[in-house]
Every structure is written in C-alpha cells, then in structure tokens.
C-alpha cells in the first residue's frame, strides 16, 4: 500500500491511499483546481481516482468536493450524516456507509469509525488490503476506547497532532475559538496524541506522520519530539504533513 498527502491543517486537506488499481482521495479541502494541481505533484491524474471519502463538512475537508466529483465523475463516500450537509447537486454521486461497518471499494476494505468532532457525523478510517492496514485520525476532539482499538497494530498511522496547549492559550485565537479547539469535540493537543501512541500497539509501524498541525498553535519542533518519545524513535523517523507541501508518496510493505 502506498499513501501520500496534498497538504494538511486548517487551511485544506486531501490524503491519497493506493493499493493494487485503486486510488482513493480522503477530503478535498483544496478548490478542484488546486487539487488537480497537488495531485499531479504526486503523478495522479484526477480521473483515475477510484472515489473521495469525507471525513466530515467543515470546509477544510469538503470545499473542493463538489467540483471534483462532478467534473472528474468519482463516487462520493460518506456517512448520511456528512452528506445532509453537502450541496444537492453532489447526491447523484453519495454512497453513504454506516460508520461502523467496514465496505470494500475495489482492492481496499475500508474501516470508518466514530469519532468526537464538531460536526454532524464525523468519521475516521483504518484502509487495508486485506493484510496491511493504514489508519487516519485528524479532527478529534478527544480519544475514545473505540479509537484505541481500532488503531491499534497498524502498520502506518497518519495522526493528528494539531496545537500545543501553551501556544493555543496564549496564541491569538480568540476565547470562544481558543474553547472550541481545546475542548472535548475539538482537535488532538501534542500531549494527547502522544499518549494515544503509549496506549496502542505500535509494534508494526512502519510509518507515523504528524497530520493537521496548526500553524499558529503548533510547530513540529514541540510536537516531533513528544511523539518521538511517546514510541521511543529517533525524532526524524516522524513525518510531518505540512500545510503546502503534504508529503511525497511513502510505501508500506509486507514484512
Ligand atoms: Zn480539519
Ligand atoms: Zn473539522
């Protein structure tokens, strides 16, 4: 399996995961024109992706949606929660899925689990093949027994580690955003995906990447070493995703 990223945070978000013929896009937070752009950075031509799947609707995860489906013909996956809020014209392309069952779109079986967001049905995932499996948790607000099941021995986990809890306090957000990102339906602190890492069977990694790091409320020098920590690797064995650039195509293999 491979995956790779368009950029991640709060200004846009788009993950690509491949195995065998299939390509699937996770959120298209960019407008279609900038992930067309991003996605032939990585050698992807848009219309031979094999679906989107959204995570969620706030913008940062859904505004290029539309346009992309609908020009490029892709199936929209998500849940009946995600896709009341999306725009009437991209019904013709929902599959919606129950969050807690896991489907299969072509060469990869897709887990979505419940997670505590903001938002009206917030999904995560764990993709396999059957043999390796990839998790993806951004945009939680707090870690639940069900998240730490489902994510433990994966052999790739691309993990929010979103703010720091001193630069989100004394940062320049304003009180009642300050609250929103902070609290119980919000975004991961360093400190919490750190000890999701502790909790977890992490014996098969193979990769682990920082996703949706806020620019103005964290910096990968605070949150590189309290993972590092948490798994006890060298601080350059964890990748970040950054804003603008993502990160290239990395490989996760059979061992
Ligand atoms: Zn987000
Ligand atoms: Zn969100």
Redo the contacts with the bound molecule.
Sequence with gaps: MRFASLGSGSRGNATLITSGKTTLMIDCGFSAREAVKRLQLLNIDPASLSAILI??E?A??MAGVRVMARKFNLPVYTTPGTAGCLPEDVAPYIHAFNCHEKFVIDDIEVEPFPVP???RE?SQFVFSDGALRVGLL??VGSITPLIENTLSACDALLLEANHDLTMLEQGEYPEHLKRRVGGRLG?LNNVQSASLLEKIDTSRLQHIMAMHISEKNNCPSIAVPLLAEALGCQHDWIGVADQEAGFDWREVNNR
Excluded: E, F, I, S
Aim: hydrophobic residues 10%; glycine residues 0%; aromatic residues 0%.
């Design positions: 995570t969620h706030h940062d995860h967001h903001d938002a917030p951004t945009d975004h």
